[in-house]
C-alpha cells in the first residue's frame, strides 16, 4: 500500500531532522514552501506538521513557523557490544521477547554474508528475537551461529538474558569485531505489525557479521530497526 500523501512528507521531514539536515533550533521551509516543493495541499502540509509536533520533532510558533526540537535519545545500538550490555549502562529499561526458541537448522540459500564450506555443511543455530527499550519495540533481531563446537547449545540457560554472555561462559568465546551493512528501507507488513508502525514506514536495515576470539568462527545478524521514539547511535569508548 502506498502511503497518503501527508505521511509521505512527515517521513520525509523526520528523516531529514534525525539526519541532521534540519538541525535543533533551525526552521523548517513554510507550509507554502512545503505545499509547492511536495506538490501537496497546504491542508496535507499541515497534517503532516501537526503529526511531528506530536511526535516531539519540532514546536510550531506563531508568526514564526516550525522550529526543529532537540532530537530523540541516542541507544549506542550500533556498537558490537551486546544489547543488553549497552542498555545496561543507561536508565533505560531493556526487555527481549522470543519469537521462537532457539533452533538448528540449515542457512538460506541466498543467505547475506558468503559461507565457508564448515560452516554450510554444519547448519546454524537461530533465534529470533525482538528487543524492546521502556516497553517499545526498537529491533527485530535474528541471530545465526553456526552449529560448529557449541554442543547443546539449545538446551543451556542463558547468562543474565544475554547471548553474548552465554556465549563466553559456555563455550569461552568473545566478540572481537563487527562488519555491518546498514540501509534504510520501508516496513513490510508483518515487521510493521512488530513495530506497530504503519507499513511502509521507513526503518533501519543492518546485517552483522561478528568476529570471536576463535579463528574462523562468526556470529550472523540480521536487524531491523525502529527509529519511531529513539535514534539509533553508535557508543565510542
Known amino acids: 500500500m502506498k502511503l497518503p500523501r501527508y505521511k509521505q512528507l512527515h517521513q520525509r521531514l523526520k528523516s531529514d531532522i534525525l539526519s541532521?539536515?534540519?538541525?535543533?533550533?533551525?526552521?523548517?521551509?513554510?507550509?507554502?514552501t512545503l505545499s509547492a516543493q511536495h506538490k501537496i495541499t497546504r491542508v496535507m502540509v499541515r497534517q503532516a506538521l501537526s503529526a511531528l509536533e506530536q511526535e516531539g520533532y519540532i514546536a510550531r510558533r506563531q508568526g514564526k513557523g516550525s522550529i526543529v526540537c532537540a532530537q530523540q535519545p541516542a541507544l549506542g545500538l550500533l556498537s558490537f557490544r551486546g544489547f543488553s550490555e549497552v542498555l545496561g549502562e543507561t536508565?533505560?529499561?531493556?526487555?527481549?521477547?522470543?519469537?521462537?526458541?532457539?533452533?538448528?537448522?540449515?542457512?538460506?540459500?541466498?543467505?547475506?554474508?558468503?559461507?565457508?564450506?564448515?560452516?554450510?555443511?554444519?547448519?546454524?543455530?537461530?533465534?529470533?528475537r525482538l528487543r524492546k527499550v521502556d516497553d517499545q519495540p526498537v529491533m527485530l533481531e535474528f541471530t545465526y551461529l553456526p552449529n560448529l563446537n557449541i554442543p547443546n547449545f539449545c538446551d543451556k540457560?542463558?547468562?543474565?538474558?544475554?547471548?553474548?554472555?552465554?556465549?563466553?561462559?559456555?563455550?569461552?568465546l568473545e566478540i572481537t569485531n563487527v562488519d555491518q551493512r546498514i540501509r534504510a528501507l520501508a516496513a513490510e507488513a508483518e515487521t510493521a505489525?512488530?513495530?506497530?508502525?504503519?507499513?511502509?514506514?521507513p526503518i533501519l536495515h543492518i546485517h552483522r557479521k561478528y568476529g570471536t576470539n576463535r579463528p574462523n568462527y562468526f556470529i550472523y545478524s540480521s536487524l531491523y530497526c525502529n527509529t519511531e521514539h529513539y535514534a539509533i547511535g553508535t557508543i565510542i569508548k
Open 20 to 32: 541532521g539536515h534540519y538541525a535543533e533550533g533551525s526552521l523548517l521551509p513554510s507550509e507554502n
Open 91 to 128: 536508565e533505560h529499561s531493556a526487555t527481549s521477547q522470543f519469537l521462537s526458541k532457539p533452533h538448528a537448522t540449515t542457512w538460506s540459500k541466498d543467505f547475506f554474508f558468503d559461507l565457508s564450506v564448515s560452516e554450510q555443511k554444519a547448519g546454524c543455530i537461530t533465534i529470533e
Open 157 to 172: 540457560k542463558w547468562v543474565q538474558g544475554s547471548l553474548f554472555r552465554m556465549l563466553y561462559w559456555y563455550y569461552q
Open 193 to 201: 505489525e512488530q513495530f506497530h508502525l504503519d507499513m511502509g514506514t
